[in-house]
Structure formats: structure tokens, C-alpha cells
């Protein structure tokens, strides 16, 4: 049984930092490119950051760049999200999620992604 499961979300003030834990179980990390993905109330979900398993490569929204960076440990079938300078705008909940299309995905559409975990949710207040 393919499991993505979120935690680390929490209640920062602005300018924080967390991270975020996506733990996978059933399919091969090494083999898997992961994306992570929000929705804030009333919006749609939107593509925050991925990482390819084929080349490495990290995608980051416009809106994120320069303040959150995506890893991966295979030892422990993890995927993070760093986030620093935290922004009341980052306030959602942030879901990871596995590429349907071995590696030929869009970061920004989440229909090119599956096996979404429950979510986390980080919320950024004073």
C-alpha cells in the first residue's frame, strides 16, 4: 500500500521557520519524484516545490523562491520542506504527493501527481 504522510506543519509568527516531514511507504524513493502542494481557504491547490528523482532537479513556485528548499533522504524515505522567512501568505495546508509520470510532471499542476498524504497544516500568524 502506497502512504505519503505529512507532519511538522504548526503555528509560527512571521519571519519563522519549519520544516516539513513527508514520509513515504510502498513505492521506491529512488525511483519517485515528490512534490509538495498547498491549499489555503477558498483557493485552489498549488504548486509549491518538487524534486525529480531522473536528474535532481527542484522546481520552486515563484512565490517561494529563495525561502524554502526541498530535500530527500533515501535512508529514511523522506522528502522535507525547509521554510524560512515565513510569510502570513504561506499560511495553508501543505500536502506531498507522488508523480504519476515517472519524472515527465508539471510542478504546477497537481492533476500530474497521486497518493496525496493528509496534509499538514501550517499557519503563520503574529
Known amino acids: 500500500q502506497v502512504q505519503f504522510v505529512e507532519s511538522g506543519g504548526g503555528l509560527v509568527q512571521p519571519g519563522g521557520s519549519l520544516t516539513l516531514s513527508c514520509v513515504t511507504s510502498g513505492v521506491p524513493l529512488e525511483y519517485t519524484s515528490v512534490g509538495w502542494f498547498r491549499q489555503a481557504p477558498g483557493k485552489e491547490r498549488e504548486g509549491v516545490s518538487c524534486i525529480s528523482h531522473l536528474t535532481g532537479s527542484t522546481y520552486y513556485a515563484d512565490s517561494v523562491k529563495d525561502r524554502f528548499t526541498i530535500t530527500k533522504d533515501l535512508a529514511r524515505n523522506s522528502v522535507y520542506l525547509q521554510m524560512n522567512n515565513l510569510k502570513p501568505e504561506d499560511t495553508a495546508v501543505y500536502y506531498c504527493?507522488?508523480?504519476?509520470?515517472?519524472?515527465?510532471?508539471?510542478?504546477?499542476?497537481?492533476?500530474?501527481?497521486?497518493?496525496w498524504g493528509q496534509g499538514t497544516l501550517v499557519a503563520i500568524a503574529s
Open positions: 504527493a507522488e508523480d504519476k509520470y515517472l519524472g515527465d510532471f508539471d510542478c504546477a499542476n497537481p492533476d500530474d501527481f497521486t497518493n
